[in-house]
């Protein structure tokens, strides 16, 4: 899984997830605090900002009050930390489990927003889609853009015109099986972990560092030739999610 070739905007985001785990660590500059409004009374973090997607992180915590939720045209919601959250314009309190993910077309009115009624911090992604010319071209050029790990079954969580949205939890000691990337997909892990890669040009080694919860990265594409392949020699399982734009 673990990207083979890193660019500017993964490196933010990895940049972004050590400062949110070291108390007192600065936020790097081009990782500011988001200004577009997304929520009233709660400032996100953009993790990510490329041609294609903005990616910012909101963490709600207990007790609190987002304010008044404006949408930002085609948006994936993902929950990386759930909880229990009260919705201001129903009244109706809904249990959001880690890895949950809802779509919000563009042109959906504002809410009311939604107030955190657990006792723990949830912390969520909005995935914004950018508009892109010719899209659908891209699309029928590509049949089947799922992604296939060989040997990790993936769990279908949401499909639409504009991206395919996959899970997949890789156990420990699993590795993924030679695959391939095709261009445009993102990752968010919902538990991260220690990842080994290896492929044909490359002999197996272990990535520096475990990938924390909520890592989000741009994968570079991989031909199937390449022999390309990721593993879990960690510990723990790996739960991620993989966005595949159209």
Known sequence: MK?????????????????LLVPGAAMPAALAASADGTYANL???IVLDNERVRVERFVIAPGEWTGRHT??????????????LTSKTSGRSVLWRDGRVAWVSAG?????GEVNAGGN???????????????????AATPDRHLNYPNIPGEDLLENDLVIVQRFT??????EGVHAHIPNMLYIHIHGGQWAVRSKHEPEHVYPGA????????????D????????????????????TLK
């Open 224 to 243: 199937i030739s390449e022999g390309h392949e990721s593993g879990n020699v960690g510990k723990t399982p790996i739960d991620l999610i993989w966005v």
């Open 108 to 112: 959906e009115p504002a809410d009311g």
């Open 170 to 175: 890789v156990g420990p000691g699993a590795w």
């Open 3 to 19: 990207k083979e070739r890193p660019d500017s905007t993964s490196r933010l985001a990895q940049l972004a997830a050590l400062a």
């Open 121 to 139: 911090p949830v912390e969520l992604m909005w995935v914004t889609v950018k508009p892109q010319a010719q899209a659908g071209a891209k699309a």
């Open 43 to 45: 400032s996100g973090t």
């Open 211 to 222: 990938s924390p919860d909520g890592e989000v990265g741009w994968m570079d594409p991989i």
């Open 71 to 84: 949408p930002h045209g085609n948006q994936l919601l993902v929950l990386i930390r759930g909880g229990v």
